[in-house]
DNA sequence: GATGAATGAGCTTTCATTCAT
DNA sequence: AATGAATGAAAGCTCATTCAT
């Protein structure tokens, strides 16, 4: 643990929501104290509240930070002048690796955004808070399709299969269901992805 | 409230299960109290731990309880003599039916067996509280595969493909996102199912 | 102490009163904690809050058993019949033996219940807590007035007399800077609010 | 809101003074804060420590401050070469005039100073920190007694019918019960007060 | 004098669970 | 089987006060 009294100001405000990204996602939010929080960072519980005023906001404010982390890598994949097929396979190779490298990213995403909605009700009504995210796959969708590259179909079709099938396999791997790695699949999705996406009308 | 006091015994036992299933499913589970289930069905806290010795072993019971409730439809779609093509269409609609008509089923799964892992940590291990369901979706692939009309490909790959996807929708529409009704998108997300596992080798 | 857990029901209720209305007057409403009262009756802190919603609610029914108890006392004055003056020396009486015997009541009319608004601001609106009690002195003064004994000036103006200047003498006893015993003020008292009050132009 | 910062020493803790005066009468002792009181003002929280060292000696500062004030206006009445009835008049007069005009002073005195005993109890033993105003008091009394105008009868029966009477309107007015201005029932008032201690025996 | 982040004890309230009846 | 009062640990949150800068 770096030392937290050495960092200052918005250092301070994101060691607190990574260190509660970790246990939210690990433990549950409802099972994850503030005092757990505090202690886990070397600060006081009152403290805390200095940076966040309350339990739900801290829950609002991570969720908003994990869909614009998200955002971004989509974008830059966005920006790239290669195939949707190949996008498709960039995108589900990103959200592999970050369920890899920092589980708790895509865990807090399923397991204390989408199934604790009482707390994310007032604050991130609709999908405001993973915005960042979202719009990023809206425009990869629409560029395949303007590209002919991709079916002209409904976006919430293509865009539920894309979460729930990544969002699955990550939940399939916590639970120590899969036998292989999650990176071993990786091709496999994506070519399931694309077969179900693409364009037959060439 | 049909009375309570005039059933007995097992037929007790699931008028609970129903009434936390929907409380727990629709109000979450650490913000649904025991008095909460009591009072909805009638019954005193105490005479509740009659039938169940623990929240957590109630919401066990009732995980276990869907399974075998959904394990049963598609145990009747996998006798069907038809297409896993047909088959897939089937099961999409029973699931988007059950979404419809009794959505707390769903919801329990997605939100409260998916997201509280602590909860069914000790009980539930592996997936053997939902091993109904699995069984029948696995059944429904291997006979796919074998019958030569889909792919054969890793089966998880395959089964996050079906309940992330499934899943992910039910979500979108609990959120009240999805501009349409679930059962509107029965046949494009069928399709796009079946384009991701159909056998291209032939 | 009475064993508390010989009681029940509404005694219950009546026993917690007594004792938070005796702590609440001597050590004030904030500085006074639930685990106090609860740890005074030999109740736990929990089974407190199956009585009483909150301690605000506690406060509040309070103020409404005080009212209702010195509203009986005036009643039975205010049904004799006798003149002004010596209802007045009856009301006097009345209040300073109560302020000598169950101090607690009128120290807390005077320290809980006029000092912390916000406390009784929602379910004490008005003066609806302490009707009870006010009905009995408005009873007395339009007697008085019709009966010619006493000047048809404003009921707050008479009100306002009578409360007040009980009040503060019950305070001035508070703080242990009367020299004498309150009932040694009985008859002078007695004289200047009747002074004050009667009706002249006979 | 002057600049704070312009002033300096004793203005600076008559500022603070005058802002928690405010606050505390409105608000409550308790359910106001110090960083309440400095945002109020345009400073630190760590600076009022340097000129106040609690909260509690804060608000004897700002009793001593309303008793001085009073006691000075009173002084003045005092002073003037008139009759005992001319100068309750005049003493109602300010004191309801204080009471519209700065009607924190009012009930500071009622709702904290006289409620929250336990914050004067070290600091303004008695009645230390009123004496300013209640030493006027004695002196219109004395001198009433005196020049055969006041009847001769205990102190403190006089001191609390003008102290409790005037504190029971300005309470009523507060809970605005009152159909009428505070100022309204000035004559009423003086009158009541003046049959009170007047001297029959001449 | 001035700042405000930091402390941590202590508050009100909740709730799974027990048990005497 | 049935009741619901009782328990008490533990939660989220507050706030007077301190102190390094």
Redesign the interface.
């Given at each position: 643990m770096s030392k937290f009294s050495k960092l200052k100001g918005e250092q301070k405000r994101e060691a607190i929501m990574l260190q509660a990204l970790k246990l939210f996602s690990k433990?549950?939010f409802?099972?994850t104290t503030i005092p757990d929080i505090a202690k886990a960072i070397g600060m006081s519980v009152g403290n805390l509240y200095n940076y966040f005023k309350s339990k739900d906001m801290l829950a609002q404010e991570i969720i908003k930070y994990i869909s614009s982390y998200l955002g971004k890598e989509l974008q830059k994949i966005n920006n790239e002048d290669i195939s949707s097929a190949e996008k498709i396979h960039k995108i589900v190779t990103i959200y592999f690796h970050t369920a890899k490298d920092r589980p708790e990213m895509i865990e807090y995403f399923?397991?204390?955004y989408?199934?604790?909605?009482?707390v994310f009700k007032e604050g991130c009504e609709?999908?405001i808070c993973v915005s960042d995210f979202i719009t990023e796959i809206m425009i990869f969708f629409e560029e395949g399709v303007r590209k002919g590259e991709l079916r002209d179909?409904?976006f919430?079709?293509?865009?539920?299969?894309f979460?729930?099938?990544?969002?699955?396999?990550v939940?399939?791997h916590?639970?120590?269901?899969?036998?292989?790695e999650l990176t071993y699949?990786i091709d496999?999705?994506s070519r399931?992805?694309y077969?179900?996406?693409?364009n037959d009308q060439v």
């Open positions: 433990e549950g409802y099972t399923l397991r204390v989408l199934a604790n909605r009482e609709g999908m179909q409904d919430f079709s293509a865009f539920g299969l979460m729930g099938y990544l969002g699955g396999m939940f399939l916590g639970e120590e269901i899969l036998p292989e699949y496999d999705i399931n992805i077969q179900a996406l693409k």
